[in-house]
C-alpha cells in the first residue's frame, strides 16, 4: 500500500463495523496496532500427539512452551476428517454443511476442486486491513493458478505445495513458488536429498525476516508433518527414535512396481516405504517442534513477540496410512477415532493460542469450538467488517481468549464426510451424536453419547433418550444446504 495513502487512512476519523459473535456492532476506530497474526497448522496430528496433551512416547517442549505462555483448548474441533474440507470450514467460517468444499476431490495432474473467488476467507478480510500475507506449506484448496489458488485467494508470498496429493510425499520433485514450479532436481530419480518441510519452514523464517513493525502480517504455516508418509532425512534424531523404536516394516507395492515410476508416484500421491515408521513418526513430531521453538525465536529476536498473535491447531485426527501407529503412540488421547472417523478422536484437536500480555499464562478452557469460529475470532481482534448478509456458521472466541464472561456458546457443531458411505456429526452440550452409512438408510441409525461420562464414545445411549435423538434429527435435518459438487451419499436420509 502506499505510504501516503496508509497515513491518511490511518489519520482519517471514521467507524468500523465489526463483527462480534457474529453479530455487526459498530466500534470507533481504535489507535491501537494491529496485531500480527501467525496460525501453524500440522497435518493429522491427534489430539495425544504433544506432550502438553499427555503424549509420553517423545516430548514436544517448544510447543508446550506456547501452550504455558498462552491458553490450551481442551474441546476444540477440526472442520472435518479430512484435509481440504476442513482447512475449507477454517478459511470461510462455515461448517461443511454450507461450506463450498466439502470433500476432498481430485484435479489431476496436480490439485484440488478450488475455493471460489468470491468465497469471503480470512484472506480477504485481512488484506482489506492491510495485512501483508504470506503462506508457507499446504494449500489442497484449488489447482495452480485457477481461482482456488493462494494467490488469488489473498496470498501476497506462497511457498510449498498447491496439491494435497502430491505433499504425501517429503521429497518431491517440485515445490511451488507464487504458482510456478521450482524444480527440486536432487530429488530426481528417487533420490531424497532435499527435504520438504526444511525448505519450506526456512521461507516461513524469511518471510518474518522481511516485516517491519509498521504493517502488520498474517503468516498461514500449514506444515505437512506428520501426515503420511513417513519419510525424514537420516539424521541423529531419527537414529536416536530408530533405538528405541523398531517399528513395523512397511512397503507399500506400488513402489516395488518397475511400471510405477516415481512422476507417477508423486501424481497419484503414493506414500514412499519406510523400515521404521515409529521412529520416523517420532522424529517428525520433533522437527515439527523444533520449527515450532524456530518461529517464536525470529518473533522474539525481531521484537515483534508482544504484537503477535500465535494459534497452533491440527487440520484432523490421526491417520493409519504409510505406517503410521497412532494405536502405539496414543494420538487420539482418551478419545475413540482417526483420521476419517466423526468420533471425537477424529475431529477433536489441540489448539493452543498465544498473545504476550493479552492471554493469561498457563491458561486453560474447555469452550467448545471449531475451525469455523477463527475467521469470526480475528475479524473481532482486528475490528474488521464482515459483509451485511454474509452468513457464517463461527462465533468469535476471543472473549474465551481475553478472560472475559461474555462468550457466547454454539447452538450445537456440525460435521459431514463424504466418504465411507457418508457420515454426518453433532455436539451439543455434553451430547455426541453420530450417524454412518447414510447410503445405506435400512441400516443407518443415529448413535449418542454423554462425553461428560462417557468421553471414549463407548455407551450408545440412543434407546434412553429418544427426546435426544429426536432433536438430532433436526439438526442434522437442518444444518446444512444442498450442494452439487459435493452431494453426501445419502442426504435424502436427512433432507426431505
Not at 514436544?60 to 474441533?77: E, V, W
Not at 499446504?138 to 505445495?161: C, I, M, R
Request: some cysteine; overall charge negative; glycine content about 8%.
Amino acid at each position: 500500500m502506499n505510504k501516503r495513502i496508509k497515513y491518511f487512512l490511518l489519520v482519517l476519523p471514521f467507524t468500523f463495523l465489526s463483527c462480534i459473535n457474529g453479530k455487526v456492532t459498530t466500534n470507533e476506530q481504535s489507535s491501537e496496532q494491529l496485531p500480527n497474526i501467525v496460525y501453524i497448522l500440522c497435518d493429522d496430528a491427534g489430539w495425544g500427539d504433544l506432550s502438553c496433551y499427555g503424549q509420553k512416547n517423545f516430548s514436544t517442549p517448544n510447543i508446550d512452551a506456547l501452550a504455558q505462555r498462552g491458553m490450551k483448548f481442551t474441546d476444540h474441533y477440526a472442520g472435518s476428517s479430512v484435509c481440504s474440507p476442513s482447512r475449507a470450514t477454517l478459511f470461510t467460517g462455515l461448517h461443511t454443511g454450507h461450506a463450498p468444499i466439502r470433500g476432498n476431490k481430485e484435479v489431476f495432474p496436480e490439485g484440488q476442486h478450488p475455493l471460489p473467488k468470491k468465497a469471503y476467507t480470512i484472506t480477504r478480510l485481512l488484506k482489506e486491513k492491510g495485512y501483508v500475507t504470506g503462506m508457507f506449506g499446504k494449500w489442497g484448496l484449488g489447482y495452480p493458478h485457477s481461482e482456488g489458488a493462494p494467490n488469488t485467494q489473498g496470498f501476497d508470498e506462497f511457498f510449498g505445495y498447491n496439491c494435497q496429493r502430491l505433499a504425501h510425499t517429503y521429497f518431491p520433485m517440485y515445490l511451488r513458488h507464487n504458482g510456478e514450479k521450482v524444480l527440486l532436481d536432487e530429488n530426481y530419480n528417487d533420490a531424497k536429498n532435499e527435504y520438504a518441510h526444511s525448505l519450506i519452514h526456512q521461507k516461513a523464517l524469511e518471510f518474518i525476516d522481511k516485516q517491519n513493525e509498521e504493517t502488520p502480517f498474517f503468516l498461514y504455516l500449514p506444515y505437512t508433518i506428520p501426515h503420511a508418509e513417513m519419510l525424514v532425512p537420516n539424521d541423529t534424531i531419527f537414529e536416536r527414535f530408530k533405538q528405541q523404536y523398531t517399528g513395523t516394516p512397511f512397503l507399500d507395492k506400488k513402489n516395488s512396481d518397475e511400471n510405477w515410476n516415481q512422476e507417477k508416484r508423486f501424481i497419484h500421491g503414493v506414500y514412499g516405504d519406510q523400515e521404521y515408521p515409529r521412529a520416523a513418526f517420532a522424529t517428525m513430531m520433533t522437527y515439527l517442534d523444533r520449527s515450532v521453538g524456530d518461529i517464536m525465536k525470529k518473533l522474539q529476536d525481531k521484537g515483534l513477540e508482544e504484537n503477535t498473535i500465535v494459534m497452533f491447531s491440527s487440520d484432523n485426527g490421526p491417520h493409519i496410512e504409510g505406517g503410521a501407529d497412532p494405536y502405539f503412540f496414543n494420538s487420539f488421547g482418551p478419545f475413540r477415532g482417526v483420521k476419517r472417523d466423526l468420533y471425537e478422536g477424529g475431529i477433536r484437536v489441540p489448539m493452543i493460542v498465544s498473545w504476550k500480555g493479552k492471554i493469561k499464562e498457563g491458561s486453560e478452557t474447555n469452550h467448545p469450538s471449531a475451525f469455523w469460529d477463527v475467521l469470526p475470532t480475528i475479524a473481532e481482534l482486528t475490528k474488521a467488517t464482515i459483509p451485511e448478509g454474509h452468513k457464517i456458521d463461527g462465533i468469535s472466541f476471543l472473549p474465551t481468549l481475553l478472560g472475559k464472561e461474555n462468550q457466547k456458546e454454539h447452538n450445537y457443531l456440525y460435521w459431514e464426510f463424504h466418504g465411507a458411505g457418508g457420515r454426518v456429526a453433532t455436539r451439543f452440550d455434553h451430547w455426541k451424536s453420530v450417524q454412518y452409512q447414510l447410503n445405506q438408510p435400512n441400516i443407518s441409525k443415529v448413535e449418542l453419547y454423554d462425553l461428560s461420562k462417557d468421553p471414549k464414545e463407548e455407551n450408545n445411549v440412543a434407546d434412553q433418550y429418544p427426546e435426544i435423538v429426536e432433536k438430532v434429527r433436526v439438526f442434522f435435518e437442518n444444518a446444512r444446504t444442498k450442494n452439487s459438487d459435493f452431494k453426501l451419499p445419502g442426504e435424502n436420509v436427512l433432507l426431505n
